[in-house]
Every structure is written in C-alpha cells, then in structure tokens.
C-alpha cells in the first residue's frame, strides 16, 4: 500500500459539499483511513449522509480509476484470465444471476442489459453464457481492463455512460457495488437512469453503512457510505421511482444493501429528507479505532516482502 499512498502525495485534499443534498456544513466524524492517505469521514448537517470529506478533487479520483485502482487497489495488474486466479469473482457473478432472476429483473428473450463498472467482466461474461440470447453492453473506466474485455467477448465496453452509443436504452441496468465509488452519486443514478427504456430496471448495490465497524470500512475507493434511507433518496433525487430497498448479505460482499428502481412518470422530487438513523450512524463512525496496528502490520509484511 505505500505506493497507493505515495501516488496521493502532494494532491490537495478538498472539502466537499454533501453529494446527497449540496449542503456545505458538515461534521467531523473520523479522521484518518485505512490507509493513512488522509481521508476524513463527514456528515452532512443537513440530511445525516456519510461520506469522504475533505478528498481528493474529481479530476484525480478519475484519474485513479482510469489508471491505478485495478493494480495499485485490487491486486489486479492483468485482466487476462483474473477470474481464475480470483475465484471470488465467479461465485460473485452466479450469485447475481440467480438473484437477479428470482427478483424478476432479468429480461426475456432479446432483452438489454448494461453493466456499469464492469470491471474485469466476470458478470457480463457468465451472463452471456447463461443467456445468449441476450444482449450485453459494460462501461469501465479502467483503460486495459475495458479493452481486454471487448476484445475478448465482443461485448461492447465504453469507458463511461455518456460514451454509450447515443440512444442506446436497456431493459436492465446494474451498479453493484460502484456507487459508493463515484464522486456524485446522483448525477451517476441520473445518468443510468436515463439508459433505461420505459419497462427498464436499475438494480443498485452498495455496503451498508449500518454494519461499517473497522477502520477497514474507509478507505479511498469508498467515496460515499449510504444507508437504505440515503440510497433511496439518492435514487429519488435523481429522477427515478424506488420499487424497494433491502438489506442482504451476498457471498464475498460486505452486508450489503440493494435497491431497484424505475423510471419516474411523476414529477421531480427535490427535496432530501434526513435520515431518521443519522445519530446512529455518527455515533458508530465515531466508535471505530483509527487502525493504527493495522497500518504497521503492513508495512512490515511489505518490507519482509523487500527483503526475500
Ligand atoms: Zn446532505
């Protein structure tokens, strides 16, 4: 990890408005991550979200994603043949299916689904196994991890929602666990929300912000920490009807919580109510140690590394 810290240094840290609501005031719940790259967890005044405040600024957070986050993050430099190596990511991907089925969200015959943060492709590519008669698209914003998998599968891969080809709506569309990622939530349900043609479905999943407990919970990949109250009102906010949301546990994922929704045939909803569990979540935020063993566990284990 000292490169992911190293590749921060020297980048400011800014304090962000509340992604949720726009407010500027904000409190202090945490300080420091679990990776000792200076990253604060706020929450907003106004409407009780938890997120990353102050961080980095969006240019070098996409930049991140683009270029270090698959290698410097995730332990993984080469897409090719991941899903082997990673077994996680085939157990993850069956899982999906299946749920995706049994909550009635994946389309008949000829149907659309797109990806969003498809990462190496283990979803899209089992899908496509299971389903061929389905028609799959992805958006990745890591450059190789993009090409590797369209050339492989010939499953189009655009590096981000507005580079879809113009017009192109799907009956599903799926962020698992990318949400919490994204420097403006809203604006990236919005985005989503708009790929959706009439009868279409967006099926969000992200760590529930009820069960963070560890140090290890925020880091700087997790940008945004919701709760089902503030991932419902992300949706609502962002122009789309919520069907519902719950709290689950799938396999090799923190407690999770998923939400499905709709396009909105009503009018636009502006107006963020706060979490009515908002204290509750201060007050767990504030109870986690800040993880000091943690950090120097690694670092040894780096430099035994060094030195075989
Ligand atoms: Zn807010």
Redesign the pocket.
Known sequence: MQSLRRSFDNQPLVQRS?P????RAQRLLLRGDRDFIGINTSQ?S????VFSSPHYPPEVIAEFYRERYRSLFKGQSDPRGLALRQTYLGERAEFYIEFLGSEGLLPGSGGTVLDVGCGEGTLLRTLHARRPDLRLAGVEPTVAFARHLAEETGIPIAPGLDELRDGARFDLVTLVHVLEHVHDPVALLRQAGARLGPEGHLYVDVPDLAWHSSITDLHIAHCSHFSRHTLSAALTRAGLEVVRAVQHRPPTLPPSIYAVAAPRRGGIVDV?QADPERDAHAVRIRSIEPGEPNFWAREIRAQLGRLK
């Not at 106004?46 to 979200?49: I, L, V, W």
Request: glycine share 18%.
């Open positions: 509340c949720l609501c726009g407010e907003c106004a409407c009780g979200f963020v």
